[in-house]
């Protein structure tokens, strides 16, 4: 691939996971006053709000009637809709230390999509940088301590999850051969989310699980925002670039969240020798992608 057709993508997807590093902070300080599920909700409305805000701006609004754009209301009704949920209930059946490890296989299972599905054929230096995005990932969320009982057929529902963000990530790239505004796709994707969450809080509503205090209000809007500018890039760089390429990139967002909370959230986080160890990993992922496109 050529570094004029492939850069542009490569440098927008690694800004989409500045964006998502950014919200995952301001939700960590969110969650010490609100549910996990109230948190959620709140800030993919103001996501949702901001990206529909934008869209009405910068396009005509009759463009969304379209066919064309039923690829991003399904993508966004995959995820991070029932693919969120999936993971939800993994955590709650199995505990994050089991369940985050298999979530964050997220880009190899979306590479071999796009190998399957798109036909991309992404060289042998790539498939390097993806196993090591992919394998830092694993280490970086598989460091908690796993407790009480599990059923191994519980592990179903973060592999669901996995598999519900890789097929999003291909199902983006796939809308685009179809349709070519991404703030449009992206105000689609986002309200197609949206549904989905506000239905799945109305059906929790008397669960004891949607808690939250005015306190977390700014910190869900700070979310919801970098969510949208995360959101925005990333539909960017999907419809430049090759699943293969942007979305190992996009899932560093976890890396950028790691050096934004060893700085910002030293009270809530702690720095350990695997977390360092998996940054590295994810560190040399990316230098790998960015050379093998250059080559």
């Known amino acids: 691939m050529r570094m004029s057709t492939m850069t542009s993508p490569v440098v927008l997807a690694l800004l989409a996971a500045v964006g998502f590093g950014c919200a995952g902070i301001f939700i960590r300080r969110a969650l010490s006053y609100a549910s996990p599920l109230a948190a959620a909700i709140i800030s993919v409305a103001v996501t949702t709000v901001l990206v529909c805000l934008l869209a009405a701006a910068t396009a ?140 799945v809080t109305f059906l929790q509503r008397r669960s004891g699980h949607i808690r939250i205090e005015r306190a977390a209000f700014p910190f869900l809007a700070a979310s919801g925002l970098a969510e949208a500018c995360g959101y925005l890039t990333a539909l960017r760089a999907f419809q430049g670039g090759d699943v293969s390429v942007v979305s190992p990139l996009v899932s560093t967002y976890g890396l950028v969240a790691l050096v934004l909370a060893a700085l910002f959230l030293r009270d809530l986080e702690r720095v350990s020798l695997r977390v360092v160890l998996a940054a590295a990993l994810i560190v040399s992922g990316v230098f790998v992608v960015m050379r093998s496109v250059s080559l």
């Open 60 to 199: 005509p609004v009759s463009q969304m009637f379209t066919w064309r754009i039923m690829a991003f209301v399904a993508a966004g009704f995959l995820a991070p809709g029932l693919a969120r949920l999936a993971m939800f209930t993994g955590i709650h059946r199995i505990g994050v230390a089991r369940a985050m490890p298999v979530v964050s296989t997220t880009p190899g299972l979306a590479v071999l999509v796009a190998i399957a599905a798109l036909g991309e054929r992404p060289s042998a230096w790539l498939l390097v940088g993806v196993i090591c995005i992919v394998g830092g990932g694993v280490l970086l969320t598989g460091g908690g301590k796993a407790e009480g009982a599990w059923r191994s057929r519980d592990l179903a529902f973060p592999l669901l999850a996995a598999l519900g963000f890789a097929l999003r990530d291909n199902i983006f790239r796939l809308g685009f051969r179809h349709y070519d505004d991404p703030t449009l796709a992206a105000a689609a994707a986002a309200l197609a989310s949206l549904a989905v969450m506000g239905a």
